[in-house]
């Protein structure tokens, strides 16, 4: 029997019109905003907060990857066609994917095998535009700040060494890192360097995902941080008055948009900021969204724990008044015989004492969700290479830990594969009576946060600050940004700033080598290490196996 890909499991499921999602959720068709028959945009005003404080967050993070992933989005969507095998009512919510990984190393993201949310290929492509209407908020800012720079109406005396805004694209394309702009004459505009990030890396991504509403999202495109004048004062994207013209291209941008899983549960699918540069979760909306209209919301948080979970919990969940009621761990066992030593092409070899040793990494986060007050479940993300030995050990580990490790199968089966998991974190959730509680106080000073955040979830034992950081530290100071939670930017594949330290390391400490400003999305990043906003594409990029007929269809999207 030959097996499916991915995207040919998708292409075989004969969809269901989108208003017949919507009525699941007592939305009459009339207040869809459809594109096409597939996907719609969901109306502000179905947010309501009561409904919100009654129904039940799951968040699913992972444990620290290898660089394939290990599977969160899939074990995201399986658990929640498990939770409606059982009986819920259940929506996933996650983030939209970016271009750039698509056509790169990382394929897609809507999930896989039989845990998908569809249509895959519209969501995995253009969508719905959101993610055009980020790139061109950002790139007017841009446009807006190199005019004044060079016009002498309203110039408003903007030192150009000191402008930090970069321009965005939806593609890795290394070649625009670092580029000169202004060339060709004094009618081109003013020489200067400049670069381009990918979208996601971009603070208008930031702010969509954390704006309540649409009077908020204007407030923080206008407080974006630009850089300074020449006598040394802030200037600010207000300043250019920028904030209602961007606000009009996201004003389509800022609406959920609702798709529909492979059994017809309804998905919430909206914004997609990276979590080792920014906070890796999708829209504050979308998922007060899918709380006002579920009562089980399942959504995830990108990379390990470490990252995506510290900056929901922290830093969303703070903002939003959101109270997760439990925490689905994933780990596969290929990702422990990594973390073990096992090398790449050893990951789909059995070796359990290579798995005990790379265990550790496992606890550590498992110890991390448990300090925000909320109890994890983990989910053992099943491969054809797992062994019975590996994964008991496993479960047997958690137990003592006092944890329930369940196998999942939905990338095989679907709803019908995550059932015990459906039923593991019920249990977690009824028996919920303590109240979810961030890891530090927001007033706290910076430098403290940050250490919190370094020996309380890495394991640091100090953190070291840079001259530059500590410069930054000042002007964060003198622009009163203090109160700003962190969202720390670092390696996702280490819980040090440096990616080749596996498993659980103890006995380091994390540099600080800069911290940059995100004022419109609230919050301050500490950079560990060199973070790359612009990926480049791999020797052979996912796109040379894609294939598009002469009827349109696609394969080799993944």
């Given at each position: 029997?030959?097996?499916?890909?991915?995207?040919?499991?998708?292409?075989?499921?004969?969809?269901?019109?989108?208003?017949?999602?919507?009525?699941?959720?007592?939305?009459?068709?009339?207040?869809?905003?459809?594109?096409?028959?597939?996907?719609?945009?969901?109306?502000?005003?179905?947010?309501?907060?009561?409904?919100?404080?009654?129904?039940?967050?799951?968040?699913?993070?992972?444990?620290?990857?290898?660089?394939?992933?290990?599977?969160?989005?899939?074990?995201?969507?399986?658990?929640?066609?498990?939770?409606?095998?059982?009986?819920?009512?259940?929506?996933?919510?996650?983030?939209?994917?970016?271009?750039?990984?698509?056509?790169?190393?990382?394929?897609?993201?809507?999930?896989?095998?039989?845990?998908?949310?569809?249509?895959?290929?519209?969501?995995?492509?253009?969508?719905?535009?959101?993610?055009?209407?980020?790139?061109?908020?950002?790139?007017?800012?841009?446009?807006?700040?190199?005019?004044?720079?060079?016009?002498?109406?309203?110039?408003?005396?903007?030192?150009?060494?000191?402008?930090?805004?970069?321009?965005?694209?939806?593609?890795?394309?290394?070649?625009?890192?670092?580029?000169?702009?202004?060339?060709?004459?004094?009618?081109?505009?003013?020489?200067?360097?400049?670069?381009?990030?990918?979208?996601?890396?971009?603070?208008?991504?930031?702010?969509?995902?954390?704006?309540?509403?649409?009077?908020?999202?204007?407030?923080?495109?206008?407080?974006?941080?630009?850089?300074?004048?020449?006598?040394?004062?802030?200037?600010?994207?207000?300043?250019?008055?920028?904030?209602?013209?961007?606000?009009?291209?996201?004003?389509?941008?800022?609406?959920?948009?609702?798709?529909?899983t492979l059994e017809e549960n309804p998905a919430i699918i909206h914004g997609?900021?990276?979590?080792?540069?920014?906070?890796?979760?999708?829209?504050?909306?979308?998922?007060?969204?899918?709380?006002?209209?579920?009562?089980?919301?399942?959504?995830?948080?990108?990379?390990?724990?470490?990252?995506?979970?510290?900056?929901?919990?922290?830093?969303?969940?703070?903002?939003?008044?959101?109270?997760?009621?439990?925490?689905?761990?994933?780990?596969?066992?290929?990702?422990?015989?990594?973390?073990?030593?096992?090398?790449?092409?050893?990951?789909?070899?059995?070796?359990?004492?290579?798995?005990?040793?790379?265990?550790?990494?496992?606890?550590?986060?498992?110890?991390?969700?448990?300090?925000?007050?909320?109890?994890?479940?983990?989910?053992?993300?099943?491969?054809?290479?797992?062994?019975?030995?590996?994964?008991?050990?496993?479960?047997?580990?958690?137990?003592?830990?006092?944890?329930?490790?369940?196998?999942?199968?939905?990338?095989?089966?679907?709803?019908?594969?995550?059932?015990?998991?459906?039923?593991?974190?019920?249990?977690?959730?009824?028996?919920?009576?303590?109240?979810?509680?961030?890891?530090?106080?927001?007033?706290?000073?910076?430098?403290?946060?940050?250490?919190?955040?370094?020996?309380?979830?890495?394991?640091?034992?100090?953190?070291?600050?840079?001259?530059?950081?500590?410069?930054?530290?000042?002007?964060?100071?003198?622009?009163?940004?203090?109160?700003?939670?962190?969202?720390?930017?670092?390696?996702?594949?280490?819980?040090?700033?440096?990616?080749?330290?596996?498993?659980?390391?103890?006995?380091?400490n994390v540099t600080v080598r800069e911290i940059e400003i995100s004022a419109?999305?609230?919050?301050?990043?500490?950079?560990?290490?060199?973070?790359?906003?612009?990926?480049?594409?791999?020797?052979?990029?996912?796109?040379?196996?894609?294939?598009?007929?002469?009827?349109?269809?696609?394969?080799?999207?993944?």
């Amino acid at each position: 029997m030959k097996h499916l890909s991915d995207i040919e499991i998708a292409q075989h499921k004969k969809l269901i019109h989108i208003k017949e999602i919507a009525k699941k959720l007592g939305i009459e068709e009339d207040d869809l905003e459809m594109f096409g028959k597939y996907k719609a945009k969901l109306p502000l005003s179905f947010i309501d907060e009561e409904k919100i404080k009654n129904n039940n967050l799951i968040l699913v993070t992972a444990i620290t990857p290898t660089p394939a992933g290990e599977g969160k989005t899939t074990v995201s969507i399986g658990l929640t066609e498990g939770l409606n095998k059982i009986g819920k009512q259940a929506m996933v919510v996650l983030r939209e994917p970016s271009l750039g990984p698509v056509f790169g190393i990382k394929g897609g993201a809507a999930g896989g095998g039989y845990s998908q949310v569809v249509p895959m290929e519209d969501i995995n492509l253009h969508f719905t535009g959101d993610f055009n209407a980020v790139e061109k908020a950002n790139n007017l800012l841009s446009a807006l700040i190199d005019n004044n720079l060079q016009s002498s109406v309203n110039n408003l005396n903007i030192d150009a060494r000191t402008v930090v805004w970069k321009r965005v694209i939806d593609m890795n394309d290394r070649a625009l890192r670092n580029i000169i702009i202004g060339l060709g004459g004094t009618v081109n505009g003013i020489p200067r360097e400049d670069g381009f990030n990918i979208t996601p890396a971009s603070e208008v991504m930031a702010i969509l995902c954390m704006a309540t509403d649409f009077e908020n999202l204007k407030k923080r495109l206008g407080d974006i941080f630009v850089g300074f004048t020449f006598d040394n004062q802030p200037i600010f994207a207000r300043d250019l008055k920028a904030e209602n013209a961007m606000a009009i291209l996201l004003r389509d941008a800022i609406k959920p948009n609702l798709v529909q899983t492979l059994e017809e549960n309804p998905a919430i699918i909206h914004g997609g900021p990276f979590a080792n540069i920014a906070q890796g979760t999708n829209t504050i909306i979308a998922t007060k969204m899918g709380l006002s209209l579920s009562n089980y919301v399942v959504t995830e948080a990108g990379f390990g724990a470490d990252l995506g979970a510290e900056k929901f919990l922290n830093i969303k969940c703070v903002a939003a008044n959101l109270n997760p009621k439990a925490v689905v761990l994933v780990a596969t066992i290929r990702a422990l015989r990594h973390h073990g030593g096992a090398k790449k092409e050893e990951y789909n070899t059995p070796n359990l004492e290579i798995v005990k040793k790379g265990f550790p990494n496992l606890e550590k986060h498992i110890e991390n969700i448990r300090k925000f007050n909320i109890e994890p479940v983990v989910a053992i993300n099943s491969f054809i290479s797992d062994t019975k030995e590996e994964i008991d050990y496993i479960i047997e580990k958690c137990a003592v830990m006092g944890v329930q490790a369940v196998v999942s199968e939905g990338w095989a089966k679907g709803g019908e594969g995550t059932k015990k998991l459906a039923e593991a974190v019920v249990k977690v959730v009824d028996a919920t009576k303590s109240q979810f509680k961030p890891l530090y106080n927001w007033d706290a000073p910076v430098k403290e946060k940050i250490e919190t955040i370094a020996k309380e979830i890495y394991g640091a034992d100090a953190v070291d600050f840079e001259k530059k950081a500590l410069l930054n530290l000042k002007r964060i100071d003198r622009l009163g940004f203090n109160n700003f939670p962190i969202c720390m930017a670092k390696t996702q594949k280490s819980f040090t700033d440096n990616e080749t330290i596996l498993g659980r390391p103890t006995g380091f400490n994390v540099t600080v080598r800069e911290i940059e400003i995100s004022a419109g999305a609230g919050f301050i990043i500490p950079i560990l290490g060199e973070m790359m906003r612009m990926p480049g594409l791999p020797g052979i990029p996912a796109s040379e196996g894609m294939i598009i007929d002469n009827n349109g269809v696609i394969s080799g999207l993944s």
